[in-house]
């Protein structure tokens, strides 16, 4: 944890969820929030005069249930998504899963190890269960992805997604970073899988860092061991003199 950098008074911080804030489940539904953690959000967003936001592959009304009675800024859905400093939401048009959601749906209804997220704008396939079957599960996207210029295919720990073509976390960071609250700052963001990069190289791109939780290749500056680390790291942020 030494080695993670310090906030200071033109900080803008960006965090991931799963893996990130909080450890991966079984199944997505069943993740664990430390009691702490809203408050300790809450806290450093205060300190940071409101320059914090999530920023994750969950559905906003999951984000707000599992952070209640936090309703912070954040980017769900890997951007799809985005409620700005000022509550305001944005975000795309929903594309049109129901093709893919029956064939997915067949699949988990052969394959009892395998589970379905449908999300507002997406559609996860977790294999977590079934490891095994990571060459069924992405021939079975890639062939929905055939002639739909409209979706793109995320992989991520264990969970293949089908999502809209062009959001990225990348560029919801962006998206805060040009809002005044989070604007002239330099930004830091925490994820933990293949579907940060976009995140990390958004952010050093801007002259801030990236923090790669958990092993694993990666483009990120910084690096810490698991969310106990990460939660630790921002719990000793609070105690720090700004500056």
Request: proline share 8%; aromatic share 4%.
């Amino acid at each position: 944890m030494h080695s993670l950098p310090r906030l200071t008074d033109r900080t803008a911080l960006f965090l991931d969820f799963d893996g990130t804030l909080v450890d991966i489940a079984p199944r997505p539904e069943l993740v664990w929030v430390p009691p702490v953690l809203p408050d300790l959000l809450q806290a450093l967003r205060l300190r940071l005069g409101g320059a914090l936001a999530i920023v994750s592959g969950r559905r906003m009304a999951e984000l707000d249930q599992f952070l209640h009675p936090l309703v912070l800024p954040l980017a769900s859905e890997h951007g799809a998504r985005r409620r700005d400093a000022c509550s305001q939401l944005h975000g795309v048009n929903p594309p049109d899963l129901r093709v893919p959601t029956e064939v997915l749906q067949r699949l988990v209804q052969r394959e009892p190890g395998l589970q379905l997220e449908q999300k507002d704008t997406a559609l996860a396939l977790h294999y977590r269960h079934a490891p095994a079957l990571e060459g069924l599960c992405r021939d079975t996207l890639t062939t929905l992805l055939h002639g739909r210029a409209d979706l793109a295919l995320l992989h991520g720990k264990q969970v293949f997604e089908l999502k809209p073509a062009g959001p990225s976390k990348g560029l919801a960071i962006e998206a805060f970073m040009q809002e005044p609250s989070f604007a002239g700052r330099t930004p830091l963001f925490a994820g933990d899988d293949l579907t940060d990069e976009s995140g990390f190289a958004a952010v050093q791109a801007l002259g801030g860092q990236g923090i790669k939780v958990g092993a694993g290749p990666t483009q990120a500056a910084r690096r810490c061991a698991n969310p106990t680390e990460l939660r630790a790291w921002l719990a000793s942020l609070l105690a720090t003199q700004l500056h």
